[in-house]
């Protein structure tokens, strides 16, 4: 029994592992589409280390000095370094493999999206030039799920993410968020000065710049997330077990029993926790009203639920 369990734990660690290595060349080729077909042809910046080497890559021709994967690898050296040096080797092996993958799949991608580019697309659009709205969109929704299927498999691409967190560690009360965001907003908005001699319409190209940045993160978060968000409902009620037997029997989902009390009246009142799926709120109120009109609801947002009757829904979208 020890060996057939082992055996299966093997083969289940040997699965994740194959998984992890799809998930990662995968988001690094579709990264690569989206950088070399949407951003690169119409100077639309990234943020993190990409929208560094991005405009490099512009100010020395295009290609003319050195491709932008190879930018990006170089760039990514001294922070993976400073990670290995500040925080552990641990933290930043994953870095490697996933920023050499990255790297790799821009500069094997790069001369022939640029050339497919010119035949397909730059020709087919109004006016001789391709609208910034539509690849400024397209650009970011395409970035964001690459990203995440990255970050999903376990890998990152490195970068501004490991000065973030030795950042972070340095000035505990300063989110890694914050200073994500931050270094982001100096990155895109230093394009502005960078490409005015370059480009007539840059102020444009930043602003749509930071509509792509946003645009990824939440593409970013619905790939790693899901699109299925969840809700938790708190109720305050002294009817709270009728609404709790309710829930069971209309909802089909559980509910946990809490006790609250009211600071200004003093008084002991009970609580339901219970969560449940987008779509089952409107029941769910319905309930309580028909029960308690006077009861008081919360209804909250839930990223990620793990446990009975929601594994399945944490992972809808892949």
């Given at each position: 029994m020890d060996n057939h369990n082992s055996v299966l734990a093997d083969n289940n660690k040997?699965?994740?592992?194959?998984?992890?290595?799809i998930f990662l060349i995968l988001g690094s080729f579709l990264s690569a589409f989206a950088i070399n077909v949407f951003y690169t042809p119409?100077?639309?910046?990234?943020?993190g280390v990409t929208g560094v080497a991005s405009i490099i890559f512009q100010l020395t021709g295009r290609g003319n000095f050195l491709p932008l994967g190879i930018i990006i690898a170089l760039l990514n050296i001294p922070l993976l370094i400073?990670?290995?040096?500040?925080?552990?080797w641990r933290f930043v092996y994953k870095s490697i493999i996933g920023s050499a993958c990255y790297s790799l799949a821009i500069t094997l991608t790069e001369k022939p999206m640029a050339n497919w580019f010119e035949k397909y697309i730059n020709k087919s659009t109004l006016n001789g030039k391709p609208d910034l709205l539509i690849f400024c969109l397209?650009?970011?929704?395409?970035?964001?799920?690459?990203m995440?299927?990255?970050?999903?498999?376990?890998?990152?691409?490195?970068?501004?993410?490991?000065?973030?967190?030795?950042?972070?560690r340095r000035f505990p009360a300063i989110s890694i968020g914050r200073v994500l965001l931050s270094l982001d907003f100096v990155i895109v908005i230093s394009s502005l000065f960078f490409y005015q001699d370059l480009e007539s319409d840059t102020f444009i190209i930043t602003m749509y710049s930071f509509v792509a940045i946003w645009l990824t993160s939440k593409f970013t978060d619905i790939t790693l997330e899901g699109l299925a968000v969840s809700?938790?409902?708190?109720?305050?009620s002294d009817k709270k077990h009728e609404i709790a037997a309710r829930i069971f029997v209309e909802l089909d989902r559980g509910a946990t029993s809490l006790q609250a009390k009211g600071m200004f009246s003093n008084q002991?009142?009970?609580?339901?926790?219970?969560?449940?799926?987008?779509?089952?709120?409107?029941?769910?109120k319905a309930i309580v009203k028909d029960i308690d009109p006077a009861a008081f609801v919360i209804v909250t947002e839930a990223r990620e639920v793990l446990g009975e009757g929601f594994e399945q829904d944490s992972h809808d979208f892949l």
């Open positions: 040997i699965r994740q592992q194959f998984n992890s290595i119409l100077m639309l910046t990234t943020g400073l990670g290995w040096l500040k925080v552990s397209f650009g970011g929704v395409m970035f964001g799920i690459a995440g299927l990255i970050l999903r498999s376990g890998y990152t691409t490195g970068g501004t993410d490991i000065l973030a967190v030795i950042i972070h809700r938790i409902a708190y109720i305050i002991e009142r009970g609580m339901v926790f219970c969560v449940m799926s987008s779509r089952q709120v409107p029941q769910l």
